[in-house]
């Protein structure tokens, strides 16, 4: 164990959950398939910790939902046709069986289906299984935000502490930004990224232009319009004061 890590660390309460590798990740990260897969589980388990991680199709694994495979019958439609399945399953370097969720999606004009498999432990139905694993996406994008709009890891100082009031500075400064674009920031917009806000909203690109008797001030195509501004005033003057 760390240094770092205190006993008042390792006693805290909490509920920790883990999603983990992508499928490129897992059929091109060889000591990923070699290591990680055998020890990560055990570990996991020991501690208590839910998890669902990919792992890469096999023989023996598209032989467990080999009913799933075949295309359905008949024309399909636009919308894809989805099946889950959940088996035990014991690959040669596990010591004992672990629940499989199997994903099988047949799309219209594709001759083989989609197939994803997820080992977990998370006693969850197959469907939340699947939904919880690809909030990956979700999560990486948030840290993509953090790394790009408030440079959350800019940590270049020689002292540990100075590295971390950096950081504090930084996760507070998304937070706000997050405030900002969840309860304020119009419909139309509230689903852009904090790098787009900021270029759009706050660091808008501008010219100033001299002529003889005036002044042209040329703004990005994408700046703060009046109309977005007092919208956006409008909604942080309705927001509930805080109470006590």
């Not at 979700?138 to 940590?155: D, R």
């Amino acid at each position: 164990m760390s240094d770092k890590i205190k006993p008042p660390h390792v006693e805290r309460k909490a509920i920790l959950y883990v999603r983990q590798s992508s499928a490129y990740h897992v059929q091109n990260n060889l000591a990923s398939q070699k290591l990680q897969y055998v020890m990560l589980y055990e570990a996991l388990e020991e501690r208590g910790v839910s998890y669902a991680i990919r792992i890469p199709a096999n023989e023996n694994l598209e032989r467990d939902i080999a009913e799933l495979l075949p295309r359905p019958v008949g024309r399909s439609g636009l919308k894809p046709l989805v099946e889950y399945k959940s088996f035990l399953y014991q690959a040669a370097s596990w010591k004992r069986p672990r629940r499989v969720v199997a994903k099988v999606e047949h799309h219209q004009g594709e001759l083989f289906p989609r197939v994803g498999f997820i080992v977990r432990n998370l006693s969850l139905p197959s469907r939340a299984v699947v939904r919880f694993y690809n909030k990956r996406g979700t999560a990486e994008q948030w840290i993509k935000e953090g790394k790009q709009a408030v440079k959350m890891t800019w940590l270049s100082c020689h002292r540990f502490r100075a590295n971390e009031v950096r950081l504090q500075l930084s996760v507070l400064a998304y937070n706000l930004g997050n405030l900002w674009r969840r309860l304020v920031l119009p419909k139309r917009i509230d689903h852009c990224s904090l790098t787009s806000l900021q270029q759009r909203l706050v660091k808008t690109g501008g010219r100033l232009v001299k002529h003889a008797r005036y002044y042209w001030l040329l703004l990005a195509e994408g700046h703060l319009t009046r109309r977005v501004f007092a919208a956006i005033l409008r909604r942080i003057w309705a927001l509930p004061l805080p109470v006590g």
